[in-house]
T-cell receptor, first 116, second 113 residues
């Protein structure tokens, strides 16, 4: 059964720092991996989607990498800002035998706090 | 382009009462998902639709939960009767098709007292 783990559970940094959020998954058979942001009391906002054949994706100050063989992904945030404060969730779309398409399996998230 | 729309945003009910949640996915998205998110946890799938067909409902507690997606567009998730443990945020998501990026609605926060 696919399991997704995110470390650390919480992180506090001063404004301007570069930081890395970690995600690991137990089964390398995935279609893709997605990083989301969730603000308190809100839904999920998709940040980056990495297909299983890709190694990384970039969007502005965000860079996500994928090492499928080792079951790891990282989300790099450059020059952090107070507006980056939120919970960041990692999710994988697992390959399931005899099933065309699957839903996402999520980690519990990393709650980031950036102080000014 | 409008995002995924959900209503209501908040609902407080007493246990044993029924409740229903509504979702309107992004136009043209064939795949619709209902997830449940408990406090401090990631979302977990309840049911997945491909057009109007429920293709994965293995995690849906069928004794009290039901869902439908008429005409392959809007969807309704119902709980009857609600239990205290059903308190959670119910999220709807949609995607163009399998394996594509999923877009989430704002969720419905359910409190069962």
């Amino acid at each position: 059964k696919q399991e997704v783990t995110q470390i650390p559970a919480a992180l506090s940094v001063p404004e301007g720092e570069n930081l890395v959020l970690n995600c690991s998954f137990t089964d390398s058979a995935i279609y893709n991996l997605q990083w989301f942001r969730q603000d308190p009391g809100k839904g999920l906002t998709s940040l980056l989607l990495i297909q299983s054949s890709q190694r990384e994706q970039t969007s502005g100050r965000l860079n996500a990498s994928l090492d499928k063989s080792s079951g790891r992904s990282t989300l790099y945030i450059a020059a952090s800002q107070p507006g980056d404060s939120a919970t960041y969730l990692c999710a994988v779309s697992p390959v399931v035998a005899n099933q065309a398409g699957t839903a996402l399996i999520f980690g519990k998230g990393t709650t980031l706090s950036v102080s000014s | 382009e409008a995002g995924v729309v959900q209503s209501p945003r908040y609902k407080i009910i007493e246990k044993k009462q029924p409740v229903a949640f509504w979702c309107n996915p992004i136009s043209g998205h064939n795949t619709l998902y209902w997830y449940r998110q408990n406090l401090g946890q990631g979302p977990e799938l309840l049911i997945r639709y491909e057009n109007e067909e429920a293709v994965d409902d293995s995690q849906l507690p069928k004794d009290r939960f039901s869902a439908e997606r008429l005409k392959g567009v809007d969807s309704t998730l119902k709980i009857q009767p609600a239990e205290l443990g059903d308190s959670a945020v119910y999220l709807c998501a949609s995607s163009l098709d399998n394996f594509y990026e999923q877009y989430f609605g704002p969720g419905t926060r359910l409190t069962v007292t």
